[in-house]
């Protein structure tokens, strides 16, 4: 069910001006009016979908199928070297618009592109207590 709110569900209706690159029966790709790289794109479920948690399953493999699909194009079309394929879900993990929706970033050599995660060594207690508390038998509350 589309949202008359979501800038997202009107872009997938044509509500909204958008460049749309790709469309399937369940997901759509379109370009981001905020490009970090050259190329840098959208892809959403047709259905209003809040986020990662609450996606269908269907929808969720349509639009990792059609992001899969959008890289090998940026590859092959704008000479991308690789991809960041990023989901946020809530706005603690910066999400804006609550559809839910992957970016697909084609990364190129010497790209001034940086997302705000820094990576750093973590500590290997904490790495392996979340890691058994991840693969224990308890159950989930």
């Known amino acids: 069910m589309a949202s ?8 997938v209706a044509g509500e909204l001006p958008s460049t749309v690159i790709a469309e399937e029966e369940r997901a759509i790709a379109f370009m981001d009016v905020l490009p970090a790289t050259e190329g840098h794109l959208l892809v959403v479920p047709r259905t209003h979908t809040r986020d990662l948690l609450s996606a269908e399953p269907a929808d969720l493999a349509a639009c990792v199928l059609l992001a899969q699909r959008m890289a090998r194009l940026l590859r092959d079309r704008l000479g991308a070297s690789g991809v960041n394929l990023v989901q946020s879900s809530g706005a603690a993990a910066w999400q804006t618009v ?6 697909v970033v084609p990364r190129y050599p010497g790209d001034p592109c940086r997302l705000p995660w820094i990576p750093s060594h973590g500590d290997p207690a904490k790495i ?4 058994a508390r991840l693969t224990s038998d308890e159950p989930l509350t």
């Open 4 to 11: 008359s709110e979501c800038a997202f569900c009107r872009v």
């Open 98 to 103: 609550f559809h839910l929706y992957l970016h």
């Open 128 to 131: 392996a207590a979340a890691a």
